[in-house]
């Protein structure tokens, strides 16, 4: 089965560093995904990695992807109160189709 | 572009009604998805479509009908509502073929049955 896990909350200060952690269980994945998701918005794709690469740097953001524990993370440097929303890891296999985890609602305090 | 487009916004149904959410994309997608978003449990895939005529179920597709006519529509229908569908409904639509960077969500249909 493909079951995609995160903790439910972070809190942070602002201009600390945030790192939501996900971990799944199909290593059949092709592409691992980071979505923000603003109160009463929908979901924006904000950076993605493909399976073959352990990390991805943009900007602000750090992906790391470790294969072998099946483990991602997304690293938000210097994070500030916009930052605030509920941020979803998924996978997929080469297909459209994207499998959620349960999402990480991340409060910046000043 | 407008993008993709989910009408109504909000919507109350009483327990047995039926109605139809609205997805429209104007990008040519050729993939079209629903999901629905509950506390807890993240995104769960409903249906999906990856052309005209073509649609298939998701991981929880009971309780629900779509059909694809045509490129740009998708409708979601609840033929009879219960208290479980109360969810934020979520209609995302890509060019197809697993590219990682093409998937756009619309702005959601917040349901609630009472």
């Known amino acids: 089965g493909e079951d995609v896990e995160q903790s439910l909350f972070l809190s942070v200060r602002e201009g600390d560093s945030s790192v939501i952690n996900c971990t799944y269980t199909?290593?059949?994945?092709?592409?691992l995904y980071w979505y923000k998701q603003e109160p009463g918005a929908g979901l924006q794709l904000l950076t993605y990695?493909?399976?073959?690469?352990d990390m991805k740097q943009d900007q602000r953001l750090t992906v790391l992807l470790n294969k072998k524990d099946k483990h991602l993370s997304l690293r938000i440097a210097d994070t500030q109160t916009g930052d605030s929303a509920i941020y979803f890891c998924?996978?997929?296999?080469?297909?459209?189709?994207?499998?959620f985890g349960t999402g990480t609602r991340l409060q910046v305090f000043p | 572009n407008a993008g993709v487009t989910q009408t109504p916004k909000f919507q109350v149904l009483k327990t047995g009604q039926s109605m139809t959410l609205q997805c429209a994309q104007d990008?040519?997608?050729?993939?079209m998805s629903w999901y629905r978003q509950d506390p807890g449990m993240g995104l769960r895939l409903i249906h999906y479509?990856?052309?005209?005529?073509?649609?298939d179920q998701g991981e929880v597709p009971n309780g629900y009908n779509v059909s694809r006519s045509t490129t740009e529509d998708f409708p979601l229908r609840l033929l009879s509502a219960a208290p479980s569908q109360t969810s934020v409904y979520f209609c995302?639509?890509?060019?197809?073929?697993?590219?990682?960077?093409?998937?756009?969500f619309g702005p959601g249909t917040r349901l609630t049955v009472l």
């Open positions: 995302a639509s890509s060019y197809g073929g697993g590219a990682p960077d093409t998937q756009y």
């Open positions: 199909d290593s059949s994945s092709t592409y």
């Open positions: 990695i493909f399976s073959n690469m």
């Open positions: 998924a996978e997929s296999m080469g297909t459209d189709k994207l499998i």
């Open positions: 990008m040519n997608h050729e993939y």
């Open positions: 479509s990856v052309g005209a005529g073509i649609t």
